[in-house]
C-alpha cells in the first residue's frame, strides 16, 4: 500500500468518525427566582400545573453556531423530534395532574462548546393533529391534548391562592376541520425561547412562573384561565410574556419567562 493511499484511508477514518456528544438539558420550576414545588400548596401562591412539550432544539456554540440536538427516543418521553417535560408530581397542590414526572431532554450534539440555548415550545405542525388514543408517546398523553380545538396542549401551567387561581393552556387556535383533516390554523402559538450563557454540564433551565403570571390577578376571588387567544382576552398578558403576538400568534420575540439557573 503506499503512502498516498494510506494517508487517504486515515483521512477518511477521521472525517467519517462521528463527533456527536451525549448531553442532558434540565428544567426546574421557580417562583419569582426560588425554587418551587407541588408539595409547598396554597401558604401564599402554589404552583398547581407546569407541562409543556418541545422541539427544535438547539446549543449554541463559542461561535454562535447552532447545534441541533438528536432526540434519544426512550419510548415514554422522548421521540425523535418532539419531547415533554412535566415537572408536576400530581401531589399537593398539583392533585389533578399525574404521579410521572420528567425534567430532562436527552440526546446527542455534534461536540464542542456550549455558551447558550435555543428551542420552540409545543409540536410541530406535521404532528400537532394527531390522535393522542393512537399517536406513540410523548403524544399519547390525553390530558395534553384539546380535543375541541383538534390539536395538542403545547403548554399548560397554573397558581392558585386558597381563594383565587388561574391556569393557561397554550395551544394552536382558530384551526378548521377535524382530526386527521386539519385545514389549517390562523394562530400557531408557537413560542420561542432563546437562552444565554447556558451549559447543559453547570446550568439547568429555570422556566419562572412568577414571572409568566406576573399580571394576573390572584386576589380579586374570580377563579380565571387563559385558553389561547384571541378570543380570550386573558391570554393577552400572558402570551407578551411567550414572546407571542396576542392577535395573530406569531412568535415575535424570546418567551421571557426562561433562564438559564446554577445547578444546586
Not at 500500500?1 to 451525549?22: A, G, H, R, Y
Request: include cysteine; glycine fraction near 10%; hydrophobic fraction near 40%.
Amino acid at each position: 500500500m503506499n503512502l498516498k493511499l494510506i494517508i487517504f484511508v486515515v483521512w477518511f477514518l477521521i472525517t467519517s468518525c462521528t463527533t456527536e456528544q451525549p448531553v442532558t438539558i434540565e428544567f426546574a420550576p421557580y417562583l419569582h427566582g426560588k425554587l418551587v414545588n407541588c408539595e409547598e400548596g396554597f401558604r401564599s401562591v402554589g404552583m398547581t400545573d407546569l407541562r409543556f412539550y418541545i422541539h427544535d432544539i438547539y446549543l449554541v456554540s463559542g461561535e454562535d453556531e447552532l447545534l441541533p440536538l438528536t432526540f434519544k427516543k426512550d419510548g415514554r418521553w422522548q421521540s425523535s423530534n418532539v419531547a415533554l417535560v412535566d415537572l408536576e408530581n400530581g401531589t399537593g397542590a398539583c392533585f389533578n395532574g399525574t404521579n410521572a414526572s420528567n425534567a430532562v431532554v436527552e440526546g446527542t450534539y455534534p461536540g464542542g462548546l456550549v455558551k447558550g440555548l435555543e428551542f420552540k415550545i409545543g409540536v410541530p405542525e406535521t404532528l400537532n393533529h394527531s390522535d393522542p388514543l393512537t399517536a406513540v408517546s410523548p403524544l399519547n398523553y390525553t390530558d395534553m391534548h384539546w380535543h375541541w380545538a383538534s390539536g395538542y396542549k403545547f403548554f399548560r401551567a397554573g397558581l392558585a391562592t386558597l381563594n383565587d387561581s388561574f391556569f393557561i393552556h397554550l395551544g394552536s387556535s382558530r384551526c378548521s376541520g377535524t382530526i386527521g383533516e386539519i385545514k389549517g390554523c390562523l394562530s400557531a402559538n408557537r413560542a420561542f425561547v432563546h437562552i444565554d450563557r447556558f451549559d447543559p454540564a453547570r446550568n439547568v433551565v429555570g422556566v419562572d412562573l412568577g414571572l409568566l403570571f406576573n399580571e394576573v390577578s390572584l386576589n380579586d376571588g374570580i377563579n380565571s384561565d387563559c385558553q389561547s387567544g384571541p378570543v380570550d382576552p386573558n391570554c393577552e398578558k400572558p402570551f407578551s410574556r411567550f414572546g407571542l403576538n396576542f392577535e395573530t400568534g406569531e412568535a415575535v420575540e424570546s418567551a421571557n419567562f426562561f433562564s438559564s439557573e446554577p445547578k444546586k
